[in-house]
């Protein structure tokens, strides 16, 4: 017995030192990834070289070759919307610009809106109010339920077809002896005008600017410049004015009255370097056949703003509301103990945690509504996919290098936002853990 | 002896005061509870009262009859006095077949989608209500109704009628039968889908079809003496050689012994309705297998797999679809051979689909990253092989918590195909649309059609919804 135990014993320690086999490279466990490694490699090398070939062979037959010097030859066109100097004698990759800020100022204030009307809706279609409640389910539902391409090809039709014309807005002398009023009147005490042809709002104006200061392949508004750095100082003195007051509160349990230092602090050097601009508003006048004067906002760009904000927003309503209700009644009633009132609960413990279920989606959201900002080029709005992606390679017949260029732009755009928005998201985080 | 005041018998009881009870206390607790709330209501009703006031007379006027718009608002100048507003449904009398099929789609083919349309639920039942017999006989019930009637309205030939009636017929005997067999219909429903939409020669997807048949027999005569994997791939290539140099010629030649055939439709003559349900049919049903593989590839331990993966979902997910119908329009037939003729739809269909996987695959890997590390670690101690693993135990479970989010995905799909219009395909929404506006009679008209395509989208999407909803209580296993 105690010799076959031996035996046992040799046997299995002295298992076989397997040398590496071919066979092993399918059959084993551990080498086989390495295998199936090789031959999707092999499989994406050779995917990519016979789509190479294929454009190559492509590229030769249409007499076509890849570059991106179109981008510095005269556009030639026309954009209605530009928010940096452009004329038709710019550069394509200006007109590419172009496209870009009209792309990024409508998904900045698309954002902005949609947030502000989904946190609203979200609330209140938790709101104990019955007829409330329903009210927004069936907005939030008729808005998710339906394209987006419907909402803005609607306020588009809208926009352009039930306002008045310009001439509508016009009185004659005739009328005035009759005593008639006009077909249309501005709105918000005589300073907006919504005409078939475009939104005319009061456009501010400065009498004393800086001027502007030229880099070499830009010019820097100074302007401009000293507005932004005045407001961002005055919100970092704010700062300092209210942890100084914490700090004393927590030191000496007295809170100094930050009450009037705020609103000054915050207010009252953009005012002043505004008079010391001095600021005015130049109002739209009918003159002739068309509104001079003022800011002329295109209805493409009011009707992708409207479309987005209805419905992105109707997203961020329900996320702000599973947000809300993720964040458990113990803890309202926890608060309610401590002695806290329902709207420090509110901002003290139910917000801080239905934030952090609240702002993984809503950074989708954000990045969906951008996205969904090249639908503009269903109504012609000259966002980047209807400049870069529409004009610019209609005219060159540069389809590759437009589209891919288009792409990439939007994909960093993307990433971009996604990277800002977790870093918010990882300072909001539970901390622990 | 002293008086006893003590009431020996019970009061009846008084009713609960006014306020308390009934549609008071209702009212009271849902609509008039604070200061804010009674805001709230009075605002409600306001907004109410204003969409209904200036809605409901529009309705009410409704014009379903007449050649032009500007006829339509005689009509009710007449009806109702001069400047009352007036909805005109009129459009839809010359437009509706253009909403549904496009207005290229020959008439005389218009039974062949209504046909499709028909059994793609009866495809689809065998998968949602799988082994219950008397939800599957209600769908193919229905199926039949509307078969009979659409068809009948589409003026289908007596012949399609026959073939029609004989296979739901059919279907329906199977279900009383055996009804877990139904599923065989479903994987040939596509190439069914196939013929009836494009037509051409019967042959062509009969000889696709039967690629998969020699895939699998070369895996089942080669795996015993190569091994599952390695079968596998083989009967691929094989499949893949049959289906690149074998079926055209071997179509070819049936086709020119035995001539069976549809008239065929090419793809730009597709529109409306039809097209996109054509787009998000197809890109549902391809995006959930190449999703799934997405999703595994990108948890894999596997470098070179999972970059490939994450590359390929990141890019797709960072750029909006308007871009990669840019590409399937403009750039993709660069990148095929020269000569080959991939028409525009089969083109988007490419990207939908690529575009649609991108998105499922992040909403499994969530699903894949909830499930518990003991599943995984069960599966292993088991003994069961990594794709035994996934089929067996990751991925039923993974599947049933994503439900929710898979649907909404689709119902984003076929919200968005939409979007196809840019690439001047005659999608409903604005494709169509435009056509009525620009057409001298409709000039001018806005409300009406966007309102009569959304609600079909609507009812759809929100059918979708409530589905995903059912089959999300239906699949819940926990006990809470």
């Known amino acids: 017995l105690g010799e076959k135990q031996g035996e046992a014993m040799t046997l299995a320690s002295d298992m076989p030192t397997e040398s590496f086999r071919l066979s092993m490279l399918v ?183 800086f001027g502007s200061f030229d880099l070499g392949f830009m010019s820097l508004n100074l302007t401009f410049l000293a507005i932004i750095s005045v407001i961002a100082g005055s919100i970092y003195a704010n700062r300092r004015i209210l942890a100084d007051a914490k700090a004393k509160q927590e030191a000496t349990g007295i809170r100094p009255a930050t009450w009037w230092k705020s609103p000054l602090v915050l207010f009252a050097p953009i005012i002043a370097l505004l008079v010391a601009l001095g600021l005015h508003f130049e109002f739209p006048v009918l003159a002739g056949f068309n509104f001079k004067g003022g800011l002329l906002v295109a209805h493409a760009f009011t009707a992708l703003l409207i479309a987005l904000t209805l419905y992105t927003a109707a997203f961020i309503a329900e996320i702000v509301r599973a947000g809300i209700q993720a964040v458990s009644g113990g803890q309202t009633e926890a608060a309610y103990a401590l002695g806290l009132r329902p709207n420090r609960t509110m901002s003290l413990v139910v917000l801080p945690q239905a934030l952090r279920v609240i702002i993984p989606p809503l950074i989708s959201q954000f990045l969906n509504l951008t996205k969904n900002t090249s639908l503009g080029a269903a109504i012609s709005y000259s966002d980047i996919s209807g400049t870069l992606g529409g004009i610019t390679r209609n005219q060159t017949g540069r389809e590759i290098e437009c589209v891919f260029l288009m792409m990439a732009i939007y994909l960093s755009i993307s990433l971009t936002i996604s990277m800002a928005m977790n870093y918010y998201n990882s300072s909001v985080q539970l901390k622990a853990r | 002896m002293a008086e006893s005041f003590t009431r020996t018998n019970m009061l009846p009881a008084l009713p609960p005061p006014i306020s308390e009870r009934g549609l008071v206390k209702w009212a009271r607790e849902n609509l008039f509870s604070t200061w804010l709330d009674i805001f709230l209501t009075v605002a409600a009703f306001l907004v109410i009262g204003w969409l209904a006031w200036s809605a409901f007379p529009w309705w009410r006027n409704s014009v379903w009859n007449a050649g032009s718009l500007a006829e339509c608002r005689q009509v009710v100048a007449a009806a109702a006095g001069e400047g009352a507003p007036g909805a005109c449904w009129a459009f839809l009398r010359p437009w509706w077949g253009a909403y549904i099929f496009g207005n290229f789609f020959p008439r005389d083919e218009w039974w062949r989608p209504v046909l499709t349309f028909g059994l793609l639920f009866a495809a689809l039942a065998p998968v949602l209500f799988a ?167 990108r948890q894999s331990d596997m470098p070179i797999v999972k970059t490939l993966c994450v590359v390929f979902i990141e890019t797709i997910r960072g750029v909006p679809l308007i871009t990669l119908l840019f590409v399937a329009a403009f750039v993709l037939g660069f990148f095929l051979p020269p000569n080959s003729d991939f028409d525009l739809l089969l083109r988007v269909l490419i990207l939908v689909t690529f575009f649609s996987a991108a998105y499922l695959a992040e909403v499994l890997r969530g ?37 929710p989010a898979i649907v909404s995905s689709f119902i984003g799909l076929f919200k968005d195909t939409t979007l196809v219009t840019i690439v001047a395909l005659y999608e409903p929404l604005k494709g169509i649309t435009a056509v009525v506006r620009q057409d001298v009679n409709w000039k001018g008209i806005y409300w009406e059609p966007y309102i009569f395509v959304g609600t079909i989208f609507f009812v759809f999407c929100f059918g979708m919804s409530r589905y995903s909803k059912y089959l999300e209580r239906k699949l819940k296993t926990d006990h809470r």
């Not at chain 2, 012994?257 to 391809?286: C, E, K, M, R, Y």
């Not at chain 2, 590390?373 to 069960?378: D, F, I, N, T």
């Open chain 1, 27 to 209: 059959f084993d466990t551990r080498y086989r990834s390495y295998t199936i490694q090789a031959v999707v490699l092999a499989l994406f090398v050779m995917a990519i070289v016979w789509l190479g070939y294929n454009l190559d062979q492509n590229l030769d037959s249409r007499g076509k070759e890849l570059s991106f010097r179109f981008l510095w030859q005269r556009a030639g066109y026309d954009i209605p919307q530009k928010l940096i100097p452009y004329t038709n004698d710019s550069t394509h990759f200006r007109a590419l610009l172009v496209g870009l800020t009209n792309t990024l100022v409508v998904a900045f204030f698309g954002c902005v809106f949609a947030t502000i009307l989904g946190v609203f809706v979200g609330v209140l279609r938790l709101s104990n109010n019955w007829l409330v409640s329903r009210l927004m389910t069936v907005y939030v539902e008729m808005f998710r339920n339906v394209p987006l391409l419907l909402w803005v090809l609607l306020s588009y039709a809208i926009l352009t077809e039930a306002t008045p014309d310009p001439k509508d807005f016009r009185v004659t002398d005739e009328m005035v002896v009759a005593g008639e009023a006009p077909a249309a009147t501005m709105k918000l005490f005589d300073t907006v005008a919504v005409t078939s042809r475009g939104t005319n709002f009061p456009a501010p104006l400065i009498e004393r600017g």
């Open chain 2, 131 to 297: 082994g219950q017999k008397r939800n599957l006989t209600i769908v193919l019930g229905a199926v039949t109704v509307f078969l009979v009637l659409a068809l009948y309205l589409a003026s289908a030939p007596g012949t399609a009628f026959v073939i029609a009636m004989l296979l739901v017929g059919g279907l329906l005997a199977l279900a009383q039968v055996r009804s877990d067999r139904l599923l065989g219909f479903t994987v040939v429903f596509p190439f069914i889908c196939f013929w009836l939409l494009w037509g051409g020669s019967i042959w062509a997807p009969i000889v696709a079809m039967a690629g998969f048949g020699i895939l699998y027999a070369v895996f089942r005569l080669a795996s015993p003496h190569i091994g599952l994997a390695p079968a596998a791939g083989l009967g691929v290539v094989v499949a893949v050689v049959w289906w690149l140099f074998a079926v055209a010629p071997v179509a070819q030649a049936i086709d020119s012994v035995i001539p069976l055939g549809l008239p065929s439709v090419n793809s730009d003559q597709f529109g409306g309705f039809l097209l996109a349900t054509v787009i998000g049919v197809t890109g549902i049903t391809f995006s959930l297998p190449i999703g799934i593989l997405l999703a595994l590839g």
């Open chain 2, 367 to 403: 699903s894949l990253a909830a499930l518990p590390r003991g599943q995984y670690e069960a599966a292993d101690a088991l003994g069961l092989d990594y794709w035994r693993a996934q089929r067996l135990i990751i991925l039923p479970q993974a599947l049933k918590i994503s439900i």
